[in-house]
């Protein structure tokens, strides 16, 4: 008797053990510090301070429908009816969104940039991969209309890693809202993603550690994993979609853009960058980022 008693106390260990390392290491993935990206951005030269400071701003806090408050920014330095909404990734913050929003600034367009859920200074306990984060992202286009009316704005929204998929997740599940969208390094299902940082990461087949983990994901935050799949979605997108990735990704593999991309249906442009390695197609490739942009928005969105 005393033998089973152990053999179900190893059981109950492992299977506590394994769901909480790993849920916990998907709903608090290590953010880096704040500084950090700031001092990363100056030095790279992406973020010019003196330049950001005097740009006219609005500091709004949007109330998230999940019971926190979102920090946003909006600048706003032209009369103008055109906006880009900037999504970034996870351990980011709007400090790495700056670089994208100078791509629309230099073409016209206002901006928001805002802190995801967990990060920044924003509100909220937990990052969930879009799930969560498509809500706030809509109270963030809702707040743009309110203040500014909806009739007659034109919003776009660029995305990063997370906030891309945040933004398929959205337009997909929630309201196809904005008139374009730009989605850089997506992943197209957050389960096989997932298994696929467990093969780098962890010496065990994912069969043995991801029925665990998931299931403590839905206990602890809410939702299943498989919920978070942008590819279930995508053919709900009828505006254009510009998709970005760099070919040597090895965080989220390409194939999973080139997936998405051949499932959505509609106006549609694909560029994979020939160097970067994840959410570096920008920096690594910034002439025919931009380059990428402009035909987007020129043959695609404005046709």
Known sequence: MKKWWLALAGILTYIIGVGIYFSNRIMYMK??????IQNREIMAKRLI???????????????????????????????????????????ENKIN?????????????????????????SGGKTSSYGHYEKFDLKAVIDELKRRKGSDDLHIGIHGESMGAATL????????????????????????E??????????????????PLGRTFIKLRDGYWTKEVSPINYIKNIKKP?????SEYDTFIPVSMTTELYAAKEGPK???????????????????????????FLKQVVLR
């Open 49 to 91: 301070k003196e330049d950001f400071d005097i740009l006219p701003k609005t500091e709004i806090w949007v109330p998230s429908p999940s019971g926190y408050s979102l920090k946003c920014l909006f600048i706003e330095p032209f009369e103008t009816n055109k906006w880009i909404i900037i999504s970034h990734g996870v351990t």
């Open 241 to 245: 979609v510009l998709f970005i990735h």
């Open 269 to 295: 442009q694909l560029y994979i960058a020939k160097k970067g390695a994840h959410a570096q197609s920008y920096n690594e490739n910034p002439k025919e980022y931009e380059e990428q942009i402009d035909q």
């Open 168 to 191: 398929l997740l959205y337009a997909g599940m929630l309201e196809d809202g904005a008139d374009f969208y730009i989605v850089d390094c997506p992943f197209s299902n957050f389960e």
């Open 97 to 121: 969104s700056i670089k994208y929003m100078n791509i629309f600034l230099k073409r016209g367009f206002n901006a928001i940039i805002y802190d995801h859920r967990r990060h920044g200074d």
């Open 31 to 36: 953010k880096k510090e704040d500084d950090f």
């Open 193 to 210: 993603q997932i298994k696929h940082q467990i093969s780098a990461e962890i010496p065990l087949p994912s069969w043995t550690v991801f």
